[in-house]
């Protein structure tokens, strides 16, 4: 259950993720993406002595996504995940008209209690204890239960991850400016202050993919005392990451004189990572050139610096890299 404060209950970001969690549930339950955003069950509200306080009723989650997770499973599972991811996103937009605006891998995805099993078990087979088979509805089931852990019978459709959190949502219809997303994961079109759509979702997908495929973050903090983490540092690092910025971009965006002379030659040049996402990339696939390749090909439709440029979420569940040039098995090696 998700108990909103009583200020932003009378807000209209509350009333806003109401109506988000109502789309969500109605607008296309058939949509292959549907189970894995998150369900509204009900809503009610609650008084306390500070006011009147906005619940809402949804399915039991496990834990959030996290970037650990990288150096423990094998490569197929991140590739189930990310495809979900890409089928939630696909729901949202084309289905439900919203954007997520913040999509982490803290705030923004969770697994479902199903998943968490399941990962649970792919990153350490010891922790399942026993599997009890059991008949739900008519169902023969086998329940996994692991050490320290009893769990409660999972539902038969598998949920796998979620998107969850819609309190910074937007719908779709309209012109959007104005801040959004973290600051590490912020998209250009934001932080130069240009118009923003369901491409700024896309950006933060891109920052996902690259975190659990490496473990690492995307755009890292400088080491202490050499840089500010900052607008400044953060339009360096994705020039190094992905090179110039698009003089059509730049020309739709207000802040551009902040950060590039007329030339578009950057103002600023703080000390940043200097690698590009190729060669970034390189160390996690020593001798698996086809996955590096087609990792890479992926990553670069979604880490476009022009949001025209990027792709939709519908474009890339077809990709070559979530069909899997690796056996079932394939695990990444991780530089020391």
């Known amino acids: 259950m998700k108990v909103l404060s009583v200020g932003f209950s009378l807000s209209a970001f509350g009333r806003n993720e109401l109506a988000f969690l109502r789309r969500i549930k109605t607008a296309n339950p058939l949509h292959p993406g549907y189970g894995h955003v998150i369900t509204l069950l009900s809503h009610f509200s609650m008084r306390t002595i500070f006011g009147r306080h906005t619940c809402f009723v949804m399915p039991l989650l496990a834990q959030p996504l996290n970037k650990g997770m990288a150096h423990s499973l094998p490569l197929s599972w991140k590739k189930r995940v990310i495809r979900e991811i890409a089928l939630g996103l696909t729901y949202l937009h084309d289905e439900c008209?919203?954007?997520?605006?913040?999509?982490?891998?803290?705030?923004?995805?969770?697994?479902?209690?199903?998943?968490?099993i399941d990962f649970a078990v792919a990153e350490d087979p010891t922790k399942l204890s026993l599997v009890e088979q059991v008949t739900v509805h008519g169902q023969n089931m086998n329940v996994p239960v692991l050490a320290n852990q009893p769990l409660s019978v999972p539902n038969p459709g598998y949920g796998g991850v979620c998107i969850v959190d819609f309190s910074s949502g937007s719908w779709k219809e309209g012109r959007h400016t104005g801040l959004i997303q973290n600051d590490a994961t912020r998209a250009p079109e934001v932080?130069?202050?240009g118009s923003w759509d369901t491409p700024a979702d896309i950006w933060s997908f891109g920052h996902i993919v690259y975190e659990?495929?490496?473990?690492?973050d995307l755009i890292p903090f400088p080491p202490l005392n050499t840089a500010n983490f900052?607008?400044?540092?953060?339009?360096?690092?994705?020039?190094?990451?992905?090179?110039?910025?698009?003089?059509?971009?730049l020309g739709h965006c207000t802040r551009v004189a902040e950060f590039f002379d007329e030339q578009g030659m950057l103002l600023h040049t703080p000390m940043v990572i200097t690698d590009t996402l190729a060669e970034r990339l390189g160390p996690f696939f020593p001798g698996l050139a086809i996955e590096e390749s087609l990792c890479l090909a992926f990553l670069s439709q979604l880490l476009q610096i022009d949001p025209s440029r990027r792709a939709q979420a519908c474009d890339v569940l077809g990709h070559a890299w979530l069909a899997g040039a690796q056996g079932p098995h394939e695990t990444l090696k991780y530089p020391v």
Do not use: C, R
């Open 191 to 193: 932080i130069l202050d």
């Open 97 to 116: 008209g919203i954007i997520h605006a913040d999509i982490t891998n803290i705030s923004g995805i969770a697994l479902a209690k199903e998943a968490w």
């Open 230 to 249: 900052d607008d400044k540092y953060m339009i360096a690092s994705i020039h190094a990451l992905l090179g110039e910025y698009p003089q059509e971009f």
């Open 212 to 216: 659990l495929v490496t473990g690492m």
